[in-house]
């Protein structure tokens, strides 16, 4: 069974920076592409940046380019989203998911499985 757990959300004022960290455990192999999304109360989970874990290609939300950047460490079996210039408007439990089928695209929370418990990101002054 794959478990992932994410690690790295804090409290921050705007303009700061984070960084985020999803592992995996609990299986053999790599998935076939990881993304992070995040969640406000009341709003559904949306997604914010994709990483192919052959390939290394990635992908951003609009609302994200520029400031942030996903990467990963296939030997750690373990991806970052590292977040600068962060905006109020970033506050969000952030979580990671994977997908292990073949040709995923992880674009969609809700064909997505697997699930970190999520870590809490809150920027304010």
């Known amino acids: 069974q794959v478990q992932l757990m994410e690690s790295g959300g804090d409290s921050v004022q705007p303009g700061g920076s984070l960084r985020l960290t999803c592992a995996a455990s609990g299986a053999t192999g790599n998935s076939y592409c990881w993304s992070w999304f995040r969640q406000l109360p009341g709003r559904e989970r949306e997604w914010v940046a994709r990483?192919?874990?052959?390939?290394?290609?990635?992908n951003y939300a609009d609302f994200v380019k520029g400031r942030f950047t996903i990467s990963q460490d296939n030997t750690k079996k373990t991806i970052y989203l590292q977040m600068n210039s962060l905006e109020p408007e970033d506050t969000a439990m952030y979580y990671c998911a994977a997908d292990f089928t073949l040709f995923a695209d992880c674009l969609d929370a809700k064909q997505l499985h697997i699930w970190g418990p999520g870590t809490l990101v809150t920027v304010s002054s």
């Open positions: 990483i192919f874990t052959y390939t290394g290609g990635s």
